[in-house]
């Protein structure tokens, strides 16, 4: 990927909000936050973390477990390349990490 140019931070974010929305059904959205970061093997990745209010049940591990498979090729319309390494963190357990 050296040779494209790397879509900003905040517009990866904007998409991984937009899939968010479109799979997770009454997904109560706190902050989507995205890093730039290499895998244990160097390559560089994009690390992701959805902050969201747990409310009343857990998210649904189905749809957790294939969201990336969704984000991957919106992600690839904008011409990023990295794999999205998602983390799932509930509001207040992201605010004692702060």
């Known amino acids: 990927m050296a040779d494209i140019e790397r879509t900003s931070t905040e517009r990866v974010a904007r998409i991984v909000r937009e899939v968010l929305r479109q799979h997770f059904d009454g997904l109560r959205l706190v902050s989507v936050e995205v890093e730039e970061g290499r895998d244990a093997?160097?390559?560089?990745?994009?690390?992701?973390?959805?902050?969201y209010e747990p409310g009343d049940r857990a998210l649904d591990v189905a749809r957790v477990v294939g969201f990336v498979r969704h984000l991957r090729p919106a992600l690839a319309e904008i011409g990023e390349e990295r794999f999205p390494v998602v983390s799932y963190i509930p509001a207040d357990e992201f605010a004692e990490t702060a």
């Open 41 to 51: 093997g160097g390559d560089p990745v994009l690390d992701v973390i959805v902050v």
